[in-house]
Structures are given as C-alpha cells and as structure tokens.
C-alpha cells in the first residue's frame, strides 16, 4: 500500500516507529553499526512514505512498522493542525520609506523574504499556519527595522548579521514543543534591526484575562461571602454610611 502512495507526508510518530525497528535489528544482529547509523539517518530525512517504507523492507514482517494511510484528524487546536503544506500564502514583504504587515491567519511559506528599506514591517506567526515543520524566514534590514512576533511553544533559531544593527537573540535557544514549528532567522541588518518577540496569541490573551478576573471576583466573594461590604455599606441603603442624598 505504501507504494501506491509515495508522496504522502510521514510524520514524526512514522519515523520514530521506524527508528524503532533499526534499532531492534541492531540488537538482533540484522544490522552492523555502519548500517544502522545509514538507515537511522535516512529515517529522520525522509519527507515521504515513498522514502521512509524502504528503510525497513529487507526486515522481517513482524518487525515492520505500520504507517497510516490515511491522514487522521489533528486534533483541534494542535501544531499538528498548523502544518498544513502547500507554497504558503505570500512568499516576501516589502517595506521602502513605507511599512508591511502579515499578520492574522496566513500560511508561512518554506522560505519568506522580508526588506526593508527607511521603512518596517511586522510578521505575525500567532495565527498562522505553517507550509512546513521548518521555515526559514530572511530578513533585510537597511536603515528600518523587521519585528517577528512568534506564539509560545515555537522553536526560533536566530542566525543573521547586523552592522551598525542587530539581530535579537532573547527568543533563540528556548526549546519548542513537540511537533511545534521551527523558524529560522536569516539575514543582513545593516543601521537596523530585526527583533524576535514572544508573544501569546490574541484570543489566550483575552481568555487569560477573564480567567483572572473570574479569579479575583471569586475571592473578593470568598472574603465577603454574606455581601455586608457591598456597595451598600454595612448599614444596607438606608444605614448611616449608604444613605442617599
């Protein structure tokens, strides 16, 4: 079956099992070293089924790991979710004496290029999805300045250079969850920036918020749980702190 699809994404659950089975072989004897650490490589390069089933194919059935055909439902609110393939909804912002955005639902492409020039330009990845588990986002900042804006949980490698600029380091080496993306930061800032922020996405913002207030009503309650220091003074309205004038 795996032959019929060979273009079908494996995933990081498919090569583990497969990792899992060289490493069985290499125990049993099946495998020398040498092969192992071919085939171990092989594994987590493959992209595809049509690449990864071949690995395990001279090993017995028994062995053999079982690779979905078919693509399950990511659960909702997942990273899973978020890689979704495809070129990506833009490829590349500008920004000459003017300003860019990409921010909301959007797919990052593989590789974006973003200029600026006397100008800046913001890149939102909150919201957005991702063409791939890696992207590499390349930034070019002459006289302006480049923010990326990345949600928690999201793996960010900072590689560019700055003369007489800079590249922000704070978010590089914080490690990211399991099966979350990973951005790559490239480019040239030359009397500019390219700043690198965490930030959480609108809407946990905004449940955070009402969860904390909730909170903090629900104690003021606990604290005052017959109501005698309401608004209406411990008198009631007609006492001698909650009269009316």
Same mark, same amino acid.
């Given at each position: 079956?795996?032959?019929?699809?060979?273009?079908?994404?494996?995933?990081?659950?498919?090569?583990? *099992?497969?990792?899992?089975?060289?490493?069985?072989?290499?125990? @049993?004897?099946? /495998?020398?070293?040498?092969? +192992?650490? !071919? %085939?171990?490589?092989?594994?987590?390069?493959?992209?595809?089924?049509?690449?990864?089933?071949?690995?395990?194919?001279d090993?017995?059935a028994?062995n053999?790991?079982?690779?979905?055909?078919?693509?399950?439902?990511?659960?909702?609110?997942?990273?899973?979710?978020?890689?979704?393939?495809?070129?990506?909804?833009?490829?590349?912002?500008?920004?000459?004496?003017?300003?860019?955005?990409?921010?909301?639902?959007?797919?990052?492409?593989? *590789?974006?290029?973003?200029?600026?020039?006397?100008?800046?330009? @913001?890149?939102? /990845?909150?919201?957005?999805? +991702?063409? !791939? %588990?890696?992207?590499?986002?390349?930034?070019?900042?002459?006289?302006?300045?480049?923010?990326?804006?990345?949600?928690?949980?999201?793996e960010?490698?900072?590689?560019?250079?700055?003369?007489m600029?800079?590249?922000?380091?704070?978010?590089?080496?914080?490690?990211?969850?399991?099966?979350?993306?990973r951005?790559?930061?490239?480019?040239?800032?030359?009397?500019?920036?390219?700043?690198?922020?965490?930030?959480?996405?609108?809407?946990? *913002?905004?449940?955070?918020?009402?969860?904390?207030?909730?909170?903090?009503?629900?104690?003021?309650?606990?604290?005052?749980?017959?109501?005698?220091?309401?608004?209406?003074?411990?008198?009631?309205?007609?006492?001698?702190?909650?009269?009316?004038?």
């Open positions: 079956m795996t032959d019929d699809l060979p273009e079908l994404r494996a995933s990081d659950a498919d090569r583990e *099992r497969v990792a899992e089975v060289l490493r069985d072989a290499l125990a @049993e004897g099946r /495998l020398d070293m040498t092969e +192992f650490e !071919d %085939r171990l490589e092989a594994t987590y390069n493959a992209r595809t089924y049509g690449e990864l089933a071949p690995i395990t194919r090993l017995p028994a053999a790991p079982r690779l979905s055909m078919t693509k399950e439902p990511a659960e909702r609110g997942s990273w899973a979710e978020r890689i979704v393939g495809g070129e990506g909804t833009s490829t590349g912002a500008v920004g000459v004496m003017s300003g860019f955005q990409r921010r909301g639902r959007w797919t990052v492409p593989r *590789r974006f290029t973003a200029f600026a020039f006397w100008g800046g330009g @913001e890149i939102d /990845l909150r919201e957005a999805s +991702f063409a !791939d %588990r890696e992207v590499e986002i390349n930034c070019v900042a002459i006289m302006g300045g480049v923010q990326i804006i990345v949600p928690p949980g999201v960010v490698d900072v590689r560019g250079i700055g003369i600029g800079g590249f922000d380091q704070r978010e590089a080496g914080t490690p990211g969850d399991p099966g979350a993306p951005v790559i930061v490239k480019g040239f800032a030359f009397w500019g920036g390219v700043a690198v922020e965490r930030k959480l996405p609108k809407a946990e *913002r905004k449940r955070l918020k009402e969860e904390r207030r909730r909170e903090r009503l629900e104690g003021e309650d606990s604290h005052d749980p017959h109501g005698i220091h309401g608004p209406q003074g411990p008198h009631g309205p007609h006492g001698s702190h909650g009269e009316l004038n």
